[in-house]
């Protein structure tokens, strides 16, 4: 069995920053692509962000561009978001997922899409006040 445990959540203050990880544990799995959403009450979950594991490369959604960043630790098999410049608006519950298909990334869309993961985590509450 494969388990993704997200942690670093928390309530902070407009302009604050916060680092997400998401380790794996359970089973070995090849995970091609990592990536990192979000959902805020009453609304569908959304992409944050995504990496390659392999090569490293990273996509970022527009909303977040310049203030959060992803990466990993392949050492470690975690996956991290670092957000800054936190405001109300980013408040949401923080998942991290694993897509084991390395048909993904031949997609120009590779990390968008929810339906191409296959291991999900709990999620992690961020909130953020003004």
């Known amino acids: 069995q494969v388990q993704l445990v997200e942690y670093g959540g928390g309530l902070v203050q407009a302009g604050d920053s916060l680092r997400l990880s998401c380790a794996t544990s359970g089973r070995t799995f090849s995970r091609y692509i990592m990536g990192w959403f979000r959902q805020a009450p009453g609304k569908e979950r959304k992409f944050v962000a995504a990496?390659?594991?392999?090569?490293?490369?990273?996509k970022h959604a527009e909303a977040v561009k310049g203030r959060f960043t992803i990466s990993r630790d392949i050492s470690k098999s975690t996956v991290y978001l670092h957000m800054t410049s936190l405001q109300p608006e980013d408040t949401a519950v923080y998942y991290c997922?694993?897509?084991?298909?390395?048909?993904?990334?031949?997609?120009?869309?590779?990390?968008?899409?929810?339906?191409?993961?296959?291991?999900w985590g709990q999620g992690t509450q961020v909130t953020v006040s003004s």
């Open positions: 997922a694993a897509d084991t298909d390395a048909k993904s990334l031949t997609t120009p869309s590779w990390g968008h899409r929810l339906a191409s993961y296959d291991y």
């Open positions: 990496i390659a594991w392999s090569s490293g490369g990273t």
